[in-house]
């Protein structure tokens, strides 16, 4: 027991956690060794039994409980350059100054400060790193030499020179003629996508994004902004940042499972993490709008559009290239030689063929194909390779007047007509007489047919063609003409086509001119005079007494000029 007032002896605890008093002046180090004190040797009774090496050793079948120890593991070399890029992002936008929070450190003034100083330091002012990268940026401004005294060892001023670069370029007294950059030039703008491994996969998963949105309609960006911009969004994201958690973007992914597998979105995941563990949507949409997956040589089916070629003939295989020329010319009403005088300032009525084609281009003449080009050319091309476009001007502007008109004062000229303008608009195909006689028959038939239900067959075929060119595709009829009750079959069609696709094709069908054919209202107006159309057996059968040629009887009540024709015995 230990009276009241003293204080009480220090207890010892030995390697077998033997726990004794020490007596005062004394440690256990002594104690151990047999030593005294300053006050006499120590008595053999209060002594600690300190057990011998064959007692530490352990008997026969037991493990000795030996202290555990770390096996050192080597850790990832950490690039320091990122690492002072991250950390310039983060004191530019709040305006910190590093060094203010190294100077409390360092009375001195000699621009180092101890480790754990460090450390202290780059936690105050907010940089948001882990403790390997802290070590690493520790190791990297330590420095060795006579001048440098432990334990202040770390150099803070030269990272903060570092750090600092991004507001103002140090030691311009030395260079006065350098370009100052402006703060925050140094900065790297936005977000940067991350680098991934299978990089190949990244690039299809990503033209099959673009693709997909563009076809579907789809805005990705409108899909995660309720998690950045709702009134909780900031305990998770902050807010208007552009980026989402992994949980919220893979919930919100705008696609099926079927078009894309957990494989290709942990590929858009990796690519566009940020360093705080979330996914930058806003980097993500940018891409997809901006066209960068344009670049990417994804292997996607294509369907180029071209057609088969057929053994049709065409009525423009038949003309020469100045006559289709002349066709568009009278057609649109432009003027060739006005043009072609901005490249030949001297009027010696020559240009190159290249001039000759971007006139064509200015006045947009689609109707000249290569070889219509190569024709021309060939046509009027000069002994030095040139066009000489005066005589071709000339030539196109006979279809409007003859040339030499003032030698025959009497002659009468004739304005272009339908027929000079045909092959500019038309392009049929040629038939032989039977085909025709076979359409004749068909459309015979469907014009009785016409008659005697009487549909809104132009209506029809106009609910298909809102832009009115006057022309449908070759499946679009089919359906008019079964939705309408004319029960046709393919060949029937083929056979319509033959006639009616007139823009050198067999897909645009020209619905105008077939029903005016089908549908006219004059066709049968002779025959009404004389014959009787019976509806059962669909013909003309007995003579009409009151044909619909006849005349129109007065009225009774109106005279001619529309007033009131009194009674007889009126007093009016």
């Not at 009241?4 to 020490?22: E, K, Y």
């Not at 003629?177 to 030039?185: C, F, W």
């Not at 000029?561 to 009194?566: K, W, Y």
Request: glycine content about 4%.
């Amino acid at each position: 027991m230990t009276p009241r007032g003293a204080t009480p002896t220090p207890r010892a605890v030995t390697p077998r956690g033997i726990a004794f008093s020490t007596p005062r002046g004394s440690t256990p180090d002594n104690l151990a060794r047999g030593a005294t004190t300053s006050r006499g040797p120590t008595p053999d009774n209060l002594l600690p039994r300190v057990p011998t090496p064959d007692q530490l050793l352990p008997s026969r079948g037991q493990t000795p409980d030996l202290p555990r120890v770390a096996t050192p593991q080597a850790e990832p070399e950490i690039d320091i350059a990122p690492l002072i890029r991250r950390i310039q992002d983060h004191v530019f936008p709040r305006r910190i100054r590093v060094k203010e929070y190294f100077v409390d450190y360092d009375p001195l003034k000699c621009g180092r400060v101890t480790r754990d100083q460090f450390v202290r330091a780059v936690g105050l002012f907010g940089a948001r790193l882990t403790a390997a990268e802290v070590s690493a940026l520790v190791l990297h401004c330590t420095e060795m030499g006579r001048q440098v005294r432990g334990p202040q060892d770390v150099n803070y001023q030269k990272l903060c020179m570092t750090i600092d670069e991004v507001f103002v370029t140090q030691r311009l007294e030395k260079d006065p003629g350098h370009d100052v950059a402006k703060p925050g030039a140094l900065l790297r703008k936005g977000f940067i996508p991350n680098a991934v491994e299978d990089q190949e996969r990244l690039e299809q998963v990503l033209h099959k994004v673009t693709l997909l949105s563009r076809t579907r309609g789809i805005n990705f960006r409108t899909f995660f902004q309720d998690c950045d911009r709702a009134d909780s969004a900031s305990l998770i994201v902050p807010r208007r940042s552009g980026k989402v958690s992994l949980e919220q973007f893979r919930r919100n992914f705008p696609f099926m499972k079927a078009d894309f597998s957990d494989v290709d979105v942990e590929l858009l995941v990796q690519r566009y993490k940020t360093c705080d563990g979330q996914v930058h949507y806003q980097a993500l949409t940018d891409d997809l709008n901006n066209g960068i997956v344009e670049n990417f040589d994804a292997e996607c089916p294509q369907s180029p559009g071209v057609l088969r070629p057929g053994s049709a003939l065409w009525e423009h295989d038949s003309l020469s290239a100045l006559e289709k020329l002349r066709s568009i010319v009278c057609a649109r009403r432009v003027r060739l030689r006005e043009l072609f005088f901005d490249f030949d300032r001297l009027r010696k009525g020559k240009c190159t063929f290249s001039q000759m084609r971007t006139v064509f281009s200015i006045l947009k003449l689609d109707g000249i194909s290569e070889e219509d080009f190569d024709a021309l050319y060939d046509l009027y091309k000069t002994e030095d390779n040139m066009v000489r476009y005066m005589q071709m001007c000339d030539d196109v502007d006979e279809a409007f007047t003859p040339k030499g008109l003032e030698r025959d004062p009497m002659a009468v000229s004739k304005m272009p007509d339908r027929a000079a303008t045909q092959h500019a608009r038309r392009n049929k195909m040629a038939v032989t007489p039977s085909v025709l006689q076979a359409v004749e028959d068909l459309q015979d038939r469907l014009a009785k047919l016409v008659r005697q239900r009487r549909p809104l067959l132009r209506a029809a075929f106009q609910d298909h063609d809102r832009v009115r060119k006057g022309h449908v595709t070759r499946s679009q009829c089919m359906r008019v003409m079964h939705s309408l009750g004319f029960e046709m079959k393919e060949a029937e069609v083929a056979l319509l086509c033959k006639v009616y696709c007139d823009l050198g094709n067999k897909q645009e069908f020209n619905y105008l001119d077939f029903c005016a054919a089908v549908d006219d209202p004059h066709r049968y107006a002779d025959t009404a005079a004389t014959k009787k159309f019976d509806e059962h057996s669909c013909r003309y059968i007995a003579k009409q007494s009151c044909s619909a040629s006849q005349a129109v009887k007065p009225s009774r009540y109106f005279d001619m000029e529309g007033r009131i024709v009194p009674l007889a015995g009126s007093r009016w």
